[in-house]
C-alpha cells in the first residue's frame, strides 16, 4: 500500500518541483542581479576582530564595489588600515551553476586568502557565501541594512558550532543611485 501511494505521489511531487523550478531561476537571477547592483559604489567604514588570537582588533577599510559586464556577480576592492599599517583587500564572486557563487578572497586559499566555494543571495538585502581554507570553514554573510550600509560577518566553524570572528559596518560613500529609481 505504501508503495501504491508513493508511486502516485512521487510524479506528481516532481511535476510541481520542476514547474515552480522552471519559473524560480529567473526570479532568483534578478533578485540576484538588484543584490548585486546595490553594493555598486564606494563604502567605508569600521571593523573588529571580535574572537580569536587577534579579538579585539579595530580596523577600518575602505572598498569599491563593482559588478562585471556579463556575468552576475561582484568584486569589492581596497583595502584596510589597523594604525599604520594597510593590507589590500579583494573579493570577487560570479555564479557557478554547480554551487551558487564561487570566487575568491584575497588570491585564494592557494595563495594567503580563501576560496569562496558556494553562495546565495537570500533576498534583496542579504546574501551568504561559504569561504574555505585548509581545515578552516565558514560563512561571509553581507546584509543590507538599508541603502546606505552595509553589515558584514565573517564566522567560522569550531567543532558544531559557527564562531563570529570578524564584524563590520560599511556606509556608502558616494551618490551611486540604487534601486529602480535613478538620481536625476
Not at 551553476?97 to 586568502?113: C, L, N, Q, T
Amino acid at each position: 500500500m505504501k508503495r501504491a501511494i508513493l508511486s502516485a505521489a512521487l510524479p506528481l511531487a516532481a511535476s510541481i518541483a520542476i514547474a515552480a523550478g522552471a519559473a524560480a531561476p529567473a526570479a532568483a537571477n534578478e533578485r540576484d542581479r538588484q543584490f548585486f547592483q546595490s553594493i555598486e559604489g564606494s563604502w567605508a567604514g569600521a571593523g573588529e576582530i571580535v574572537a580569536g588570537k587577534y579579538k579585539g582588533t579595530k580596523f577600518n577599510c575602505t572598498f569599491a564595489g563593482s559588478t562585471p559586464q556579463k556575468d552576475l556577480g561582484m568584486t569589492l576592492d581596497g583595502g584596510c588600515r589597523v594604525g599604520i599599517f594597510t593590507q589590500k583587500m579583494s573579493a570577487s564572486v560570479v555564479r557557478s551553476k554547480a554551487v551558487g557563487y564561487k570566487g575568491e578572497f584575497m588570491d585564494g586559499a592557494a595563495g594567503s586568502g580563501l576560496d569562496i566555494v558556494a553562495g546565495n543571495v537570500v533576498n534583496q538585502d542579504k546574501v551568504v557565501f561559504s569561504i574555505h581554507r585548509n581545515d578552516l570553514k565558514g560563512v561571509m554573510q553581507a546584509r543590507l541594512a538599508d541603502q546606505q550600509t552595509m553589515n558584514v560577518t565573517i564566522s567560522v566553524r569550531v567543532e558544531d558550532d559557527m564562531v563570529p570572528v570578524i564584524g563590520m559596518s560599511l556606509k556608502r560613500v558616494d551618490d551611486t543611485a540604487v534601486g529602480a529609481i535613478a538620481r536625476q
